[in-house]
């Protein structure tokens, strides 16, 4: 067995009661056909259906189902004419699903907030331990973009590269994945908000979160995303109240 089936398999037991975790265990033909692909880089083109039920000793038909089933989940993407895709599942499309998600149930994105907040906070801290030069590097040009302009969407750029650094310099493959899966909504809960008037708390926030990361601080990187979001929610209530600050 080799390290993706190992990972696949694990994976997989990890979560055997969830209900596509369960079908993946007991459906050999799926198993193989995602273990097949676990060997693949997305964007990469799939054998024709023909080879691929050679390869896999599946009939035509079952393949052409957990193909189906995949294709629904966003892993493959049929293109006319020009054959069957691996994408992976992507952070952005599951994002988009989440969008979905929230439409039906009726969620604000002010709901996400506290999402937002835990992982940061545990981005924060995880940077503490296993940022390096590289990273550090990364938010302190975040910091220097912020005190560099008066301009307030240039100030927001400013600061989505602050947090995307922050999400790698935690060196978590599940904190980025899903950082990058909730930026589309997330990036729709701050475009809203007034921070372009209020420029100097924006970088002093910022400025503390880096301090702490940078000293290994983990308690007070802690404090310091806590602090964050404090600032943000006097700014939410500031556009539900109709009343943004006056420029700084």
Known sequence: ??????????????????????SLINDPPLHSLV?????????????????????????????????????????LQRRERLGTYYTGVQPEQTGDVLILSLMFQQMTLD???????????????????????AALAALKAS???MHSTED???????DGSFHRALFAASGSAGLIFFSEMLQPVLKGTLQY?????????MRTVHQ?????VQAGDAAAASETIDGHFAWLEILMDRERQGNPAPDQ
């Open 143 to 145: 910091i220097d973009a």
């Open 111 to 133: 709901s996400l907030i506290s999402v937002r907040h835990a992982l940061e906070r545990q981005a924060a801290v995880e940077a503490c331990a296993n940022a390096d030069a």
């Open 152 to 158: 307030g969407e240039l100030l927001l750029e400013a």
């Open 1 to 22: 067995m080799d390290t993706n089936s190992r990972k696949l398999d694990d994976t997989a037991g990890a979560l055997k009661n969830h209900r596509f975790a369960k």
């Open 208 to 212: 503390a979160i880096y301090a702490a």
């Open 35 to 75: 273990e097949m692909l676990l060997q693949m880089e997305p964007g990469q083109r799939l054998a024709s259906e023909r080879e691929l039920s050679q390869e896999l000793n599946l009939s035509r038909n079952t393949l052409r189902d957990r193909m189906s089933k995949l294709e629904s989940m966003g892993a």
């Open 193 to 201: 908000l007034t921070l372009e008037h209020d420029f100097t708390t």
